[in-house]
């Protein structure tokens, strides 16, 4: 427990971030005018998702072996989902709704309300959670 809550405090201090390589960029993004912290979606995915599921999303991530589960490959969302990306299903595990063990147990943070508290204001909570999301879109396997 404790390894982990020491993973969690290395993505929200943003030490892990800035060592990691970066993966392509989206097709489509949005970002939020005058917003000083963190929206794009390449820019989130690798403060706080790359140190379990890897700079390039396959699970290899540096924190890996620490975890019970093995971080699921990002990169194959689409195709375990009969050719179609799961926005849904997605959404809501980052936003906190989802009752798949390795989100939202202590091995997973939910992120929905760790955006939240970046921001006092919701939308931009939303926008990260989107951008995120099509970020993981845009490296799916073809």
Known sequence: ???LTGIFGIFTMGLAGPALAQPPKPKL???????????KGVDLYQRYCAVCHGKDGKGGGPAAAALKASPTDLTELLKSNSGKFPVGTVRQLLGGG???PAHGSQEMPIWGPVFRAMSPN???AKLRVDNLLRYLESIQQK
């Open 98 to 100: 989802s009752s798949t």
């Open 1 to 3: 427990m404790r390894i």
């Open 122 to 124: 919701e939308s931009i």
């Open 29 to 39: 993004e949005v970002t939020a005018a005058g917003d000083k912290g963190l929206t």
